[in-house]
């Protein structure tokens, strides 16, 4: 399965200059968060597939105007052809703004998954808007990654781990690594996956 991944930045490539055979193959679009609503929607009227999202740190409008057509999967675990897909959004707290979570509180957010994981003997796809600790991430409390993330792969060791947040552009990091296991991809602008 073909999945189109996007994140934090909106891709003038997608949506200034669409070529529909460049995605003709996408079955899935998974988005990681910090976009407009109206790209979102855009997307889902162009390419005729579910788009499942996570909020990022700045999404405080989606609460009160979500993307039209789109399905958030924010502390959701759900199934779609086979693959199981579990999403957290938001980021470490660095202010008093919606989707922000301590690494406590996001710990326990991913303690709530306890029965649903064990029921669906684990899963493949992990969307969630922050990296992973030191995976990825960036070195300030805003864009630093949670440890949660890391102890999650280590004890469910999902194919992937989808997230965005640490913009690519700003010329540090790198879009994949490798963990044990677990693939982490970061979706800023968009990524092809090939699932």
């Excluded at 998974?30 to 790209?39: P, R, T, V």
């Excluded at 999403?87 to 919606?98: A, V």
Aim: charged share 25%; glycine share 10%; hydrophobic share 30%.
């Amino acid at each position: 399965m073909r999945i189109l991944v996007v994140s934090d930045e909106e891709s003038k490539y997608i949506w200034d200059h669409y070529d529909p055979e460049r995605f003709k193959d996408v079955e899935l679009i998974i988005s990681c968060g910090d976009l407009k609503q109206e790209y979102l929607s855009f997307l889902v009227t162009m390419l005729p597939v579910p788009l499942f999202y996570v909020p990022g740190n700045h999404d405080t409008t989606y609460k009160s105007k979500p993307p039209e057509g789109c399905v958030s999967i924010d502390g959701k675990l759900i199934e779609y052809k086979g693959i199981r897909i579990m999403g957290l959004g938001g980021s470490n707290k660095y202010s008093s703004g919606d989707y922000q979570y301590t690494e406590s509180q996001m710990r326990r957010r991913l303690r709530k998954f306890r029965f649903k994981l064990w029921r669906n003997k684990g899963i493949d796809i992990l969307v969630t808007h922050a990296p992973a600790y030191q995976l990825g991430d960036g070195e300030d409390l805003c864009h630093r990654g949670f440890n949660c993330f890391v102890d999650f792969m280590e004890q469910y060791a999902p194919k992937y781990l989808l997230h965005g947040h640490q913009h690519l552009n700003y010329g540090r990091g790198q879009r994949i690594h490798q963990y044990k296991n677990t693939r982490i991809i970061n979706g800023f602008g968009y990524y092809l996956l090939d699932f």
